[in-house]
């Protein structure tokens, strides 16, 4: 196994530090999706999580590590799109540390007020994530404080928490399709099976606006790619992390690309048949399920509904477009 992936061990030891939050999220395989696919289509609800997404795994193992080693920062600063951000202000307000989370302009307004609630100071800057990570990075090194990346071997440690639930739940999975942001997902499940030995494929969503992982994986290096999804800011990534892709390129079956209007048919079909509210990153794993539907008869299908932080108004304004 690669060694910045986490082994069983470090994924035993894991949940054990996540357990102390949050029990472990369930799995159903729900009939309504089930019989619009055409084959079994099991969801892992990282919904419902204490903020709505699976990144809070990670945020409490990572702050676990600084703790063993006796390197808790007075401060933390990073960047976020939101549910990295509302993961490091959940566990940084659980270790007295103070968070400082850069967002570009223009962030969702609810993953904002949300951050703050948990005593995050946010700073807007940028007009993308990048230029927001450049800043955080930029703020880190002037203030003498702890930058926490988007992946790190120690957040991994956490989210494979949840694909070791869903992989030991269902071990009958045949395939799991799961979204790509900045990799950690990702990544975390290609550990998760790994150390279990399980068979399932996994497949890479991306969303095609924002392709930096697609083009990188083609590539075979990073590559930078413009982002203008509307809809899935869980996923829009310019730059892809190198570390994370050189989990990916080797271990991925392969990448599906989903349009955002993809993504809002399956933000509609999530909510009326799990009556479950999917942000757009958190739909797009059902999304491009459904896109390779035809390929998929007769296989135990895994989606991960990863994260339910959707704006009010864009949520209403997505179900009220159903044509």
């Known amino acids: 196994m690669p060694q910045h992936l986490p082994t069983l061990a470090d994924i035993e030891h894991a949940a054990e530090v996540v357990y102390r939050s949050f029990a472990a ?80 302009r223009g962030n969702s307004a609810e993953k904002n007020t949300a951050m703050r609630s948990l005593g995050v100071t946010l700073i807007e800057h940028g007009s993308d994530f990048q230029e927001s990570r450049e800043h955080a990075m930029r703020l880190a090194a002037e203030r003498g404080a702890h930058m926490v990346p988007s992946y790190h071997p120690d957040l991994l440690r956490g989210v494979a928490t949840y694909w070791w639930e869903f992989l030991r ?36 969503v991306v969303s095609a606006h924002a392709t930096t992982y697609a083009d990188s994986i083609a590539a075979g290096r990073v590559v930078e790619a ?54 757009g990153a958190g739909a797009a794993s059902f999304a491009a399920a459904w896109q390779e539907r035809e390929l998929l008869k007769g296989q135990v299908v895994g989606t991960t509904l990863c994260g339910g932080n959707v704006d009010s108004a864009q949520f209403a304004q997505v179900l009220s477009s159903a044509s």
């Open 25 to 104: 999220t369930p799995q159903y395989r729900w009939a309504t999706l089930s019989a619009r696919l055409g084959t079994d289509c099991w969801v892992k609800h990282e919904n419902h999580t204490p903020v709505g997404a699976f990144k809070i795994r990670g945020g409490l193992t990572y702050f676990d590590q600084l703790c063993r080693r006796g390197e808790l920062p007075r401060e933390v600063i990073s960047a976020t799109r939101g549910n990295h951000g509302q993961s490091m202000g959940w566990a940084a307000r659980q270790h007295g540390v103070a968070c400082t989370i850069v967002v570009p």
């Open 169 to 204: 739940t269902v071990p009958q999975l045949d395939v799991v399709y799961v979204p790509i942001g900045q990799g950690s997902g990702a990544c975390s499940a290609i550990a998760a099976k790994r150390a279990l030995g399980h068979r399932a494929r996994i497949v890479g």
């Open 226 to 279: 413009p982002v203008s999804t509307q809809l899935a800011d869980g996923m829009a990534c310019r730059v892809a992390d190198a570390a994370a892709l050189a989990v990916l390129m080797p271990h991925l079956d392969h990448v599906v690309r989903v349009s955002d209007a993809e993504v809002a048919a399956a933000m509609r079909v999530l909510f009326a048949d799990t009556h479950n509210v999917a942000e």
